[in-house]
């Protein structure tokens, strides 16, 4: 039985330090990832990555207040449809 994993980066985020690591300064970009398992019973498909109105709108998502300490790296094609797509599935 054959079991494959496909582990993509769909986009990344910086936040500050803080928000994972207590104690400490600064603002860290930590990546978004999602995972693909086929299995021959089915796909799994483990998170789905960044909403993608933080592509075109992430004032409108999270709010003005929000944006203040938080960025979005998410670019059309790093979606994880776009990443499916790009292997047929």
């Known amino acids: ?3 494959e ?14 928000f994972l690591l207590e104690d ?3 603002k860290i970009t930590v ?3 999602s995972y693909l398992i086929v ?7 483990f998170d789905s990555g960044l ?3 933080t592509q075109t709108d ?3 998502y ?3 207040q929000s944006l203040t300490y938080t960025a979005f790296h998410f670019h059309p094609g790093e979606e994880i449809a776009a990443r499916l797509a790009a292997l047929s599935m």
């Open 51 to 53: 909403n993608l109105r």
């Open 5 to 18: 994993l496909y582990a993509y980066t769909c986009g990344s985020l910086t936040i500050p330090r803080a």
């Open 58 to 60: 992430p004032e409108g």
């Open 39 to 45: 299995h021959p019973n089915g796909r799994v498909l």
């Open 62 to 64: 999270i709010g003005a």
């Open 24 to 26: 400490t300064k600064g």
């Open 31 to 33: 990546p978004i990832p």
């Open 1 to 3: 039985m054959d079991v």
